[in-house]
């Protein structure tokens, strides 16, 4: 790996206890020794490409989903297991042959059925889609290493500890925007988008009907069971009351080659769950079936600035309909103006 601090290129024997032999500064992270696979480089790079170059600040549950991203395309179930059960397999085979002890043999088929079984596993999808480090174990694994070494989260990660942008409170009027991942909210609230906008944040059906805002209701929600599960509850709760959908459509993600979705088995949707969406229209049994196993993509795993973005304008065409100012405004040409849309920053890493 290369020092973070002289930048000379390490070997593992130049390195030890996380200190360059160089220069004899400590780092953070060692790829050897790091679940992700992480160093410290790595880290500031992706988070300046989250942040867009400092311009905006994000949650500690970005940055996990960005440096888990690359891990969460494959697999690594049983990698160790089935190639030493191939190559001890075929050891013993060789000794059999030459000592012509046929019972070695029964040994190496055995070894060699393990290997196949582990193979044909992996080849059906066992153990992909796993974070290597779970989302709630970051701040743990990732996070205070690097605290310990800089003092300091990675530059642009805002501390959960100091929420920025005050807290989101009830106090919109213009609509409700119901969110259930806090983080996600944290994220708004420090980009001052609620308060921009008059939104009152609230994170369940619960709140939302509890709201002093009579609104329109946005439902920002992550691309799972539980997100898909959250409109129509809503709907339910809140009849006569307008309920917008601001979540990504689970076709237009699952249809993206960029977008890496991840397993938590821990949270899969209940089998009346997923007979109350059959029974909604709009998801085919492929879809369901996804949504069974535990798949999700989450909104943390979005770019922030496209986060913030669509939100943005989902809100401002919202408070178009309810404030008669902007709406005049809308109608004379003001506020209409095209947005390009822009690369993924979390592509390619």
Partial sequence: MICPHCERNLLRKERPGNRCGHCGRAYALDPKTNPLRLNDLRVRRVATALTDGGRIGIVPDQLWYALSRKRLRGT?????????????AGFVTVIAFFAEEPF????????LLVGL?????????????????????FPTQVLSPWRSVYRALPPGVLDPARPAGGPPGTAGTTAVLVCPDPAVIAFLVADGLPARHGLAVVRSVAEAVAAPSNGPVLALHDTDADGELLVPRLREALPGRTVLD???????????PAAVPYRDPRRKPRPEDLRFLAEQGGHSPEDLKWLGQGWRFPLVGLPPARLLAVV????????????????????????????????DPVGGR
């Fill in 246 to 256: 601001a979540g990504p459509p689970l076709r237009t993600v699952r249809a993206l």
């Fill in 312 to 343: 943005d304008r989902v809100a401002e065409r919202v408070g178009r309909g309810t404030d008669p100012e902007r709406r005049r405004a809308a109608e004379l040409g003001f506020l209409t103006w095209p947005e390009a849309a822009g690369p």
């Fill in 117 to 137: 079984g582990v193979a044909a596993a992996r080849a059906l999808g066992a153990g992909r889609g796993l974070p290597p480090v779970p989302r709630e174990s």
């Fill in 104 to 111: 070695l043999l029964i040994g190496s088929a055995a070894l």
């Fill in 76 to 88: 690594e179930y049983g990698e160790g297991c089935m190639g030493t059960a191939f190559l001890v």
